[in-house]
């Protein structure tokens, strides 16, 4: 499929910060660099001048973190100025692997996708009992064995470095502490490897890998590092451990609080699949030995970073970092009542052109998810079609035929996998004729699943792992084994009132215009009290005045070459973005102008949180008011 506009897709967006506007531009010039050296530098002066009887170092780290490359440079440096070197890791004090997974049993479950939210799980769960007492006197016996020739002048101070995950638990008050940070996308690349989850061993299954990482360890270990963000005095990223980015922690202050107040860009993120396509894979430059592309998150608050540069260096940081140090500028008071630091809103594209049909599914409805998963928000949807191969004739099912429901449909899909005979999907759900523009609206318990030649921009939820498969099409997935089929899960969740009727009603947008300035339209395409998310198309045909109010504002151009964005207050935080990329604009911008670029009009979807939605749907220990 080849491309039908430019190929002027960024997939390393880079959001760059004006060092001159910075109330302390110092802070950041002299606390933020790349390289091991430029920071070995910074630590071995740290040294020099300590006066204690041991130089103690904390080299905090997330799984799979490459933090023995510091380790390594700082006990290089020891031996060369025949420094006394002691050296521990944080797995020594941690529960062995078979005793974590019989500890965390309940989050775990014997599902292979699917566990329960570990919200009440500490970091210290993972170490053994009196981890923190062994350390110390581990620590001390070692300094006793040296003390002799050090107040003797013998030998210099000694070096004492505590790393891995949980260094900061383990050691809670060091001379200097970092921490080594990689993103979700990193990580999941080491999954496939077989990297497993933390302390959990190796793993041969990156689906489980996945789901004990969303059940069990981010939920603890990315809220420990946000909750001692600012205990660090260094905070690296290791995402390119080759070179890696760092920053001290009062200039990655500057840098997430200037970021926060200006439209910026996530990095997106890329995944193949059973059913993907082969249009993503053109359009975004994507390795040539990728069979495909199925889908892209832009942006999907809990998976995706931001490039921050300023000065000429750029450091990869996750976007939740962002939204906790800075929930009100960029979510809105309103939203963060409703939300907290969670970002509710996400884009993504469904790619299936020259790929093929997605599963038949359902999404949880609400009380479900809370009570079976311990997830504080489902998974609301909508189809918004972008793109299709020319010649082909797409669909999008969604809802029940009329006089059929759930049970006739598992009856038959039942049938089908008893027999290995291919489902009549046709005689159970509605097969609707999709066309460029449209917006299907995909609400809790509705059955659905986007056709093949379609290219899908989803505007969700930003819930995205809670799928119920009903029907998969009789086919394996990548790795050979058979995919998912959630039907227990579907049974309790199907809604059978979501029929032809309905759909065609409700469910199936029907544009009303709700603004014109001048030549630009903006039109109303999704609305819903059971959706929290709003969703707008805007026709730009010259400048458009627009305001982001007391929340923050998200769009997509989906036709067109480029568009700018001027905010009102500092028009030098005006950005450009090209078509299939997407941009935030936080509250704290207020008014801005939108102005096409190139020949002729385009057009932007336009998302934000429904007017409406007046549900909270807090997350796990939140509390109003913290924020790191």
Partial sequence: MTATTPPSFNPLPVNSVSVHNLAEPDLLLDGFAKEYDSLMTRLTAMYKNHDGEAFVVAIDAANGAQYSRWVNRLRAYCEEKDIPWIGIDTSRYMNKPEDLLRQFQPYLTD?????????????????????????????????????????????????????????????????????????????????????????????????????QA???????????????????????????PESPAWATLPALRLLLAAAANRPFRVKPFF?????????????????????????????????????????????????????????????????????????????????????????????????????????????????????????????????????????????????????????????????????????????????????RDNLVLEISSTTWWFTFKIYDHLRLDQDGRPRPINR??????????FDTAYVQEHLIAKPKISRVQGNSTEELLGERDDLLFQVKRLRLDGPWEDHTGDGFVMYNLVEGQRVRLIPEHDEEAAVEWGYAEAYIVPASIGGYRLEPIGPGPCTLIRAQVSPGWNTPLLPHRWKPGERA
């Fill in 111 to 211: 599902n292979r996708a699917f566990g329960r939210i570990a919200a009440d799980v500490t970091e210290d769960s993972y170490f053994q009992e009196g981890a923190k007492e062994r350390w110390l006197q581990d620590v001390q016996q070692k300094l006793r064995n040296l003390s002799a020739a050090v107040e003797a002048g013998e030998t210099p101070v000694p070096m004492v470095v505590t790393a891995g995950p949980g260094a900061l638990f383990l050691c809670p008050s060091p001379d200097v502490s970092v921490y080594c940070d990689l993103s979700r996308e990193y990580q999941q690349k080491l999954h496939r490897m077989g990297m497993g989850s933390l302390g959990l061993g190796e793993s041969a299954d990156p689906v489980e890998s996945y789901k």
């Fill in 214 to 240: 969303l059940f069990l360890e981010w939920p603890v270990w990315e809220n420990y590092r946000n909750l001692h963000l600012y205990d660090y005095d260094v905070y690296i990223d290791m995402n390119q």
């Fill in 271 to 451: 995944a193949p699949g059973i059913w993907g396509g082969q249009y993503l894979k053109e359009l975004c430059g994507l390795p040539e030995d990728w069979r495909n592309c199925a889908w892209a998150f832009e942006p999907i608050a809990p998976e995706n970073t931001l490039l921050i540069e300023a000065g000429g260096n750029v450091i990869e940081v996750p976007f939740p970092l962002l939204l906790t140090s800075h929930p009100e500028e960029i979510m809105g008071k309103r939203n963060v009542e409703l939300f907290g630091d969670y970002f509710p809103i996400r884009f993504d594209y469904l790619d299936t052109i020259d790929g093929d049909n997605l599963s038949l599914q359902v999404h949880p409805q609400q009380a479900y998810i809370e009570r079976t998963f311990n997830e504080t928000m489902t998974q609301q949807e909508s189809y918004y079609i972008m793109e299709q191969k020319p010649g082909s004739s797409p669909i999008v099912a969604l809802g029940f035929q009329e006089g059929t429901g759930g049970s006739d449909l598992l009856q038959a899909v039942d049938h089908a996998h008893e027999t290995r005979q291919p489902l009549d999907i046709g005689q159970y759900v509605n097969v609707w004729e999709s066309r460029k523009g449209d917006l299907f609206l995909i609400p809790p318990g509705a059955v659905h699943f986007s056709g």
């Fill in 488 to 497: 227990d899960h579907a049974e309790q969740n199907m809604i059978d009132g």
